[in-house]
C-alpha cells in the first residue's frame, strides 16, 4: 500500500461541490500543517479522522477562513473561503468552549443571526428554528455559563446553523454529549444532509462515524491518506485482508470449498460450528458466497466481519502510513 | 423550514443594508460587553480616586483656574485617567475577545474583517471619549468656578487625545496577545517616561501633543509647564500641528490596524 504518497480517494466528488481545496499546503513557520491536499466536499456527510496533530484542525480552520493557505486555494461555493461572501454559507461549530457567557442560549443565537445580517424579526425566528434542530428550545432563556457541556456544544450547533449555511463544519461535535443527545445530534447531520447540506465532521470518535458519515477522510501527517466510504477505502486495503467469522452446522464442509475460492486467503477453524476467514475484494466474495449458500442450501446462522469499521480501517492506514 | 431564504439563496455576500444592520448590532454588543466590564469598574475607582484627591485639594489651595490645571488636570487627568480609559476600552476592544476566545464568533460571521476593526473602533472611542469627558466634567465641578473655564480649555484635546490613544492601543490589542500589558508598558515607558524627556524625544508621545493643544487652547490663562527649566525644554508645537499629528497618526493607526486585523490568523482560538 502506498497511502502517504498517493492519497486514496474512492469516490471523488467533484459535481456539486461545496468546498474544494486544490494543492493546499500551510506551513506554521518550519512545521507543515497540511501538505499539498486536495480534496472536494460535496453534500453528504463526510467524517474527517486522524490522530492529533494530522492536520484536521488545520483543514477545517482553511475551510472556516480562518487561515489562510501558504499555497493553493480553499474555494467554498465557488469563492475564496475567507471572504465574507464565503462566510455566507459556512456553518461554522468551532471546538472551542468559549462564549459571550453573560448571556442566554437564546440570545447568543439570536445575536449570531443579526451578526449574519438579519434583521430582527428573522433574527428571532431562525434562532427558534436553530435552537428547535437542536432541542433547546425549551432551555435557552437561561444563562450559557449555567450549560452543561452538552447543551452549550447544542447552542455552538444552533449558532452554526441559524443562518442556513450550505456546509456545515463541526469539530468534535459530540463530545461532553450524553449517548441521547449523540443520537439526537446525529439525526440533526442527517436532517442538514437530506435537505441537500454538506456536514464535514471531526471526531475522535470512530465508531460513531461508522453510523454517521457517508464517506470519511483519513488524515495523517498533514495529508490526505484516504477517503471514500469506509467500504471502498476498506476494499482497497490489500495487505488487510478483511476479517470474516462465519458460524454453520457445515463448518468444516464449508470451510473446506471456500479455502479454494481466490478472494479467501485464509480459514482459522474456532470450533465445530465455527471459524474465520481473511478475504480479500469483500464484495466479491460476500456476492459469492451468498449465492453459495443458496446454491448448496448450507445452513449458516451467524456472519459478521469484525474490521471493517472505522476504528479498524484507521489502524490499518495509520499502521501504514507509520511505514512509509 | 422557514420560508425566510436560505443562505444558499440569499446573495452571496451581505446586502449594504445588511451590513450595516450587522455592523450597529456588533456595534451595541460591543459597547454593552465593554461598558459592563471589569474595566469599567477599574476605570470608575480610579476616577473616584481622581475626583476625591481633587476636591480635597481645593479645599485646601487658591483654587484658580490655572493652577488646577497645572497642578491636578495636567497630572492627573491628561496623563493618567484618559489614557487609563483609552487602555481599558480599546486595548480589550478586540484583546478581550481574543483573551476570552469568543473572538471566533466575529470572524465566522459574514462582516469583513476591516469592517469589524472599524467598528470595535468606534465603540472603544465612543467610551473612551464618553467615560474621559464625563470624568473631566466631574472634575471640574468639584472644583467649582474654576473648573468651568478649564473644562472648555480640555475639552477638544480630550477628544482628540482619546482618537490617538484609542486607535493606538486597539491596534496593539488586535496585534499582540496580552495587548493591556503591552499598552500599559508603552503608556509607562513611551508617554510618561519619554513623554517628560527634555529635548524633541517627547513628540512621539501622543500626551506631547495633547499638552501643546490644552497649552494652546488655554493661553488666555498663560497656561505652560510649572517651572521655568521645564518652559524652555518643553518645546511646543503649536495647537493646529498638533491637531493635525493626532489625526494623521490616528488616521494611518486604524488603517494599519485594519489591515493587521484583516490578515491575522488568531490560531490562538482553539
Redesign the interface.
Known sequence: MSAPESPRTASPATAGAVAELRSVTKW?GPVIGVNDLDLTIGPGITGLLGPNGAGK?TLI?LL?????PSLGKVTV?G?SAA???A????G?C???D???E?MSGRRFVR??A??????KS?AK??AE?ALAEVGMTDRADRRLRGYSKGMRQRIKLA?ALV????MLIV?EPLNGVDPVGRRELMELFRGFRD?GKAVLVSSHILHEMDALAERVIFMGRGRILASGTLAEIREMLDEHPLHVRLRSSQARELAAQLIRWEDVKGIELRDEEEFSLEVRRPDAFFQRLGDFVVAESIDVSALETTDASAEAVFDYIMSSAARA | ??S?K???E?P????PS??F??CV??LR?TLS?QF?SRQTVVGLALSLLCVMITFAWTLHRDPSSKRLIEMMLVPAFLAFLMPVFAICYGASAVGGDRE???L??????????PLIYLTKFIAAWLLATGWSVGVLWVLCTVAGQPGNEAFDVFLLPTVFGCTAYVSLFLLVGAAFRHGTIISLAYWFFLEVLFGNMPGIVKRISVAFHTRCMVYESGSALELGPAGRVAREMFLPVSGETARTVILISSAILLAAGMLIFS?R???D??
Not at chain 1, 87 to 90: P, S, V, Y
Not at chain 2, 12 to 15: D, H
Not at chain 2, 104 to 113: D, E, G, M, N
Request: proline content about 4%; aromatic content about 8%; overall charge positive.
Open positions: 506554521y484542525t480552520k472556516a477562513g480562518l487561515l489562510h461555493s469563492r471572504s465574507s461572501a462566510k455566507e454559507h459556512i461554522y468551532p471546538d472551542v468559549a462564549f459571550y453573560e445575536t449570531m443579526r451578526l449574519h445580517g438579519m434583521s428573522e425566528e431562525r428554528i449558532q443562518h442556513d449555511p450550505a469539530d435537505r | 423550514m422557514s425566510e436560505t443562505a444558499s440569499r452571496s455576500a451581505l446586502q445588511a451590513l444592520s450587522a448590532h456588533l454588543l460587553r459592563w476570552d476566545r469568543t471566533i464568533y466575529l470572524l465566522i460571521t459574514s462582516i469583513p474583517r490578515r490568523e488568531y490560531r482560538l482553539s
